[in-house]
Nanobody, 122 residues
Framework: QVQLVESGGGLVQAGGSLRLSCAAS????????IAWIRQAPGKEREFVSA????????FYAHSIVDRFTISKDDVRNTMFLQMNTLKPEDTAVYYC???????????????WGQGTQVTVSS
């Protein structure tokens, strides 16, 4: 089993920054790809970014590639999403998810955290 706990969401003005954290635990977490997936009200889940824990390869959605940065801390088993130049359209619940594939399809992720709300005001 893998447990994921997100933190760091909140309310920020457009143009501001937030850093999300995902604390991961479980025997196999370092063999997985850990992703951020968001869901805005009334919309489908949307892939944001992912990192392969073993290789360090990073993946980004086109909509955020110049503004968000994903990283990890191997000592603390924590993954981060630094979000800069936030826009109102970034408002969503952000979920940390883990799975066995390097994928931008939310359906391929097997383990999910509870989510953290990010609200960007205009």
């Amino acid at each position: 089993q893998v447990q994921l706990v997100e933190s760091g969401g909140g309310l920020v003005q457009a143009g501001g920054s937030l850093r999300l954290s995902c604390a991961a635990s479980g025997r196999t977490v370092r063999a997985l790809t850990i992703a951020w997936i968001r869901q805005a009200p009334g919309k489908e889940r949307e892939f944001v970014s992912a990192i392969n824990w073993r290789t360090g390869n990073k993946f980004y959605a086109h909509s955020i590639v110049d503004r968000f940065t994903i990283s990890k801390d191997d000592v603390r088993n924590t993954m981060f999403l630094q979000m800069n130049t936030l826009k109102p359209e970034d408002t969503a619940v952000y979920y940390c998810a883990a799975g066995g594939l390097d994928s931008d399809d939310p359906e391929t992720y097997d383990y999910w955290g509870q989510g953290t709300q990010v609200t960007v005001s205009s």
